[in-house]
């Protein structure tokens, strides 16, 4: 999937993410995935969304997004200039002699294992959503009963230029 | 001050300057109704929420002021999604109340609960649900400012039945104070200097230009500017379905309407062009036909206030984001600037003359009828237009008499053409046109109709007539849904299914009776024009004139969905020169 990231930052009002979420419906866009949590200064609320640019030009997704009244501020980030984040949740079935196994593969990962049962071990690992796809793969093969992933979330690298690229921007009116 | 929810609304409407709403109560909405009893604002009371909502449009459609409309919850609410949606897609400036359930009961499947923040949340430009008394000020404030301001739209304030019975400390937000509460909305309306040079270099330069101008430019009240910038740079004008009147008929720059249904000419036009030279218009399927085959050669400039109209269907070579009014001002001063300065203009003679040969072999036609055969649609559209009284406004309903209205009609000023073009709703004109004259009052409003749409809002004119407002309707009476009956005819061999009305029911005469109106039946061409005169004498109550005209009667020229613009049917007189559109 050729994805890109948006980082739109919104007034924190109710029926903010309905009226993004319809938005991407409603015109066919499609999200990989989505998260939400309120940004530094309050009463603003900061979703990171990663589209799916295959679905629709990204131009047409970031401005039909900006036309919607609670949007102020959407940055594009680069995959290559930002820092990508996201967190893994799983239970993995195991018997007790593969579990040393599975600890052992969270610990390469810098995983963490959260809790442990005769028959199952729950694991969770954050980081590059790069690096969770990999872990996935590779419990896969023991049996997953349960997974949960976040979605990501990022910010731009900090270099010495800014690689905040922000596509759309409505200033203080004047 | 201490006022109840109710009062600090209703003086908030007032504040904005409404002087007129249309709409019906219920439940919910039934305190905000008590003070409206003390308040200078005119109700009309409707007899369908779906016709407050196409009144409140026809209001504003012809007097550039937001339409407002206010009525109960669930299902009121739900009666209006029509006429939202139908704001929404001609960005017509709108403001709906509706009343919701008390903020205790949301949530609970009360009686006449329902989302209706959800429902409409794709339908307006923005919605809200008032959760305090104290908000109502700045909830109405920015409704209207949302409302009427950048691309306009609708915008609707859902307020719960006790929020109108809490008591509040009323209070009127600065201007400031609005636009710092809404820090997500600044819309933009000057164009970027920068690409206005550039527009004007390409305009002088190009030796085949037409000014393609949309409903943007009425929006912009930009009517002035269009034509000063049409007659100094001397270039052709089409006006889309929307854009009608924005440049007049007569004038010798006019090519009429582009489209599915325009004339040979106006499309052409645009196929052939080098620039198109985009004015508030928005590249819609009903204009470009199959948009890869849609004016090969041609630049693109494109003037929208709205940045999402950019590059949504055809990528600009030039996209000014912008009022149409302020940027056309600054494209004249930019010509005249680079003309002074010495830039040439190209030679656009030659495209003129195949203009002009276009126009003078492919006008629009119909065949007229023989003594003793039907009645033509045409024909009756062109003896309402040649028998109008100075300044007439006409609304449409929408199917084939829609079409031929615009067609048919010479609209030479501004605001005087009302029809649902974005959305294509049937059940538009007769509310339309009761909202167009509550606004425009000395005007004679036509209502063209088909007997089809009539049918889905007629009930409407018990409120004309109760209320006083002195509409007139013509129905074109094909006793078929026309339009679908054409595409069957065309498309589909000829099988008609589903779209034979009925002949003789109902009794449109006698309905118009019923409803306080004048009623007159036309079966022949001779009874057409005293039809006529006497519905244009009559100033006391709505007359509904029935004319039965030609079932078989089609709209052309037609391009067919899906094909490109040079795919275009011809009259079938004209078919055979159809080469010499080249
Ligand atoms: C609410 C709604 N339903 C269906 C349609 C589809 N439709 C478009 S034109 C048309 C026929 C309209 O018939 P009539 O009002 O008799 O007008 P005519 O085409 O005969 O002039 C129909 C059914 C529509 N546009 N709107």
Redesign the pocket.
Known sequence: MNHHILSVLVQNRPGVLARVAGLFARRDYNIFSLAVAPAENEGFSRITIVVDVDSAPLEQITKQLFKLIEVVKISELDPLRSVERELLLATVRVSPEQRGQVVELATIFEGKILAVGVEAITISLDGHPDKLDDFEELLAGYGIVELQRTGRVALPKLDKESRLRAVAHKGKAG | MKLTGAQALIKSLEMEGVEVMFGLPGGCILPAYDPLLDSSIRHILVRHEQGAGHMAEGYAHVTGRPGVAMVTSGPAATNMV?PLCDAYMDSIPMVCITGQVSTTAIGTDAFQECDTVGITRSVTKHNELVMTAQNLPMAVRQSFRIATTGRPGPTLIDVPKDVLQNSMEWYWPTDAEVVDSLPGYRPNVKGHPRMIKEAAKLILASERPILYVGGGILKARAADALRELAEMTDIHVVTTLMARGAFPDDHPLCLGMPGMHGNATAITALQRSDLLITLGARFDDRITGKVSTFAPDAKVIHVDIDPAEQGKVRRPDVPIVGDCRLVIEELIRAIRDMEQSGTPRADTGAWKSRISGWREQFPLSYEASEPGEALK?QYCLEQLRDNAPEGTILVS????????SSQYWRFNEPYTWVN?GG?????FSVPAAIGAKVGRPDRTVWAV????????TAQELVTASVERIPIKVA????????????WQEMFYDERYSE?Y?SPELPDFVKWAEAMGCVGIRVDSPEEVQPAIDKANSIDDRPVVVDFRVD?REK?FPMVPAGMGNDDLILPDSQMPRKGALK
């Open positions: 029509t649609p309903g929408v199917g084939q008499h829609q079409m031929w649902s959305l294509g709703t049937m059940g109709d088909g007997d089809g749409c009539f049918q889905m129905i074109l009476n094909n006793s078929y849904l026309g339009m679908v009956r054409q779209v009305l079932a709209v």
